[in-house]
């Protein structure tokens, strides 16, 4: 026959307070219903820092493949939280980007001997979408028989490509270099028109003032670089709007 145990009325009520205090504990150690646990920190990746090819260099360090192609090591240094890396490869005489996939701080790439390029990295994490871009670097690959190089193609510094301009007269300003230090002067491409015609010529400064600008109006320009030997180079076209 089974014992029948009667407990007093205190004692009931001990034993209803230790289950209560037993599933509250338990409760609370544990994600409350509809309630979102705290999102772990992602930490955005940084930016790489450029090694080789120098900036605005002769690069002769390349291994010569063919009279025509070379290989080049690119080499930079890693940027934090990061876990691959693109390396943004420009041709400069064509404008063509290509862009090639790195797990490591370093890549070689296949490129054409005489011929000016920019290269940049672009740092990425598996964890998040947010990427860093290093600065972007210029250079010539250097080629047989290359006694003197093309400056490199100038590069819009203000106004900024798509950038909206209040109107009246402004200040173009670009940025020019050259392997061989030897820039003479650019002749501007200015007006409403794409491509832009021949606005001022043999300018020695990096600044162009008194430009007009309208508002309603895009306009676009473009800067020939030249040197002492006759090279030229010729840089995008560029474009802002008045307002």
């Known amino acids: 026959m089974k014992q029948i145990i009667y407990l007093s009325h205190k004692q009931l009520k001990s034993t209803l307070l230790f289950f209560s205090l037993f599933a509250l ?12 646990p705290t999102p772990p920190v992602v930490n955005n990746p940084t930016a790489a820092t450029l090694v080789f090819p120098d900036a605005n260099s002769e690069c002769t360090e390349g291994t010569n493949i063919t009279p ?10 890693a940027g934090k939280h990061t876990d691959s890396y693109n390396l943004q490869l420009k041709d400069l005489n064509t404008g063509s980007t290509t862009s090639y996939s790195a797990i490591e701080n370093s890549l070689s790439v296949k490129l054409k001997r005489g011929n000016p390029y920019s290269w940049s990295i672009v740092s990425r994490s598996n964890k998040t979408s947010t990427t860093a871009i290093s600065a972007t670097w210029k250079f010539f690959n250097a080629g047989d028989g290359v006694s003197s190089y093309a400056p ?4 819009a510094v203000s106004p900024v490509l798509g950038a909206s301009v209040p109107n009246g007269n402004i200040t173009l300003q670009w940025s020019a270099s050259d392997v061989d230090n030897d820039i003479e002067s ?3 491409y200015f007006g409403e028109t794409n491509p832009p015609a021949e606005y001022k010529t043999e300018i020695t400064q990096t600044t162009l003032n008194n430009v007009t ?6 306009y676009y320009w473009s800067i020939k670089t030249k040197d002492t030997q006759g090279n030229i180079s010729n840089s995008d076209i560029f474009s802002f709007i008045g307002i």
Request: one cysteine or more; glycine letters at 8%.
């Open 152 to 155: 490199f193609p100038a590069e």
């Open 25 to 36: 504990f338990a409760c609370s150690n544990g994600d409350s219903p509809g309630e979102d």
């Open 68 to 77: 025509t192609e070379s290989t080049i090591n690119f080499q930079w240094n």
């Open 186 to 188: 650019h002749d501007i």
């Open 213 to 218: 600008v309208e508002a309603g109006k895009t």
